[in-house]
């Protein structure tokens, strides 16, 4: 097939970026990127440190729908994993621009509440909304742009992964893909239950950026970091990718809540190792650390799990413990 006629989802939405990268960073590096092309946020030199930035979309009929998501819920999540991106560099977040596509048809309250909410939201992640721009769409949309400022003055990229790091990540995994399964399936559930947890886990992810920020202040300070938004199945090979290194995870090790556990029984596994949305954070840190880092997440009550180490053959990455040869690898918005 001819490039002209290829479509996106020809491509998938990783070989897309791929082809964009290949054209952007040629013409746009005017400076020195603190950040290597395609990290989780974009990070430019500011006066004493660096301004992070990053966008996140959301399209009505992909990512969520009216049916099943109050304008509440929207709110939280979309600012949530814009955030996330920030928190995965170790920077707080500063303010927020949201853009909105609107059907002209669309309901004016639904859109306030978002607001409304956003305004009283009393959270260690929230930051203020300061603008943005609203158009006319055939589909509703919002894009969130957010911006923030790095804890220790530098930002941690996804790139400096070695043989020999270690592999953890914060909270538990596999939640929010089991809670979206409860809502496609049943519709509203009630909050107490287990259900309820799971549901909440995927409409109200919390962005770890109290949690990145104590470990970094503490003085861990990673060799890589990313969140986990779209699996952990593709956040470690996106890691790994970026550093040139593979990885061995431990699938036994990998930690799943009680509710997972319950809900899902022996496939909580497989959906921590697969599920998405869950917003945690993936880090390395140096081999001779991992003792350290554990007790310092523990004395500063931080959730840490260490779940693998970085080994030197680029991108294979072995799980052991869970038979991952049916699995996709993560998600791709156009397959
Ligand atoms: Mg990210």
Redesign the pocket.
Known sequence: MADSQKTVADLGEFGLLAEINAILPGGYTAGPLLLPFGD?CAAVPWPEDALLVSSDAMVEGIHFSRDWTEPEDLAWKSLASAV??LA?KGAEPVGALVTLGLPPEMEVDWILRMYRFWRRLDEPWICPILGGDTVRSPVFFLDILVFGKPVTGMPISMAGAREGDQILVTGTLGDAVAGLAVLQSKGNVSCDSTAGYLVQRFLRPRPRVSETRDLLLAGLIPTAM??I?DGLTRSVSNLCTASGVGAEIRAERLPVSAALDEWAGSGSRRMAWQGGEDYEILLTVSGDLIGTALEVARQIKVSLTHIGEICGNRNEIRVTGLDVTDLPCGYDHFR
């Open positions: 989780d996330s991106d995965a990313t969140d938004s």
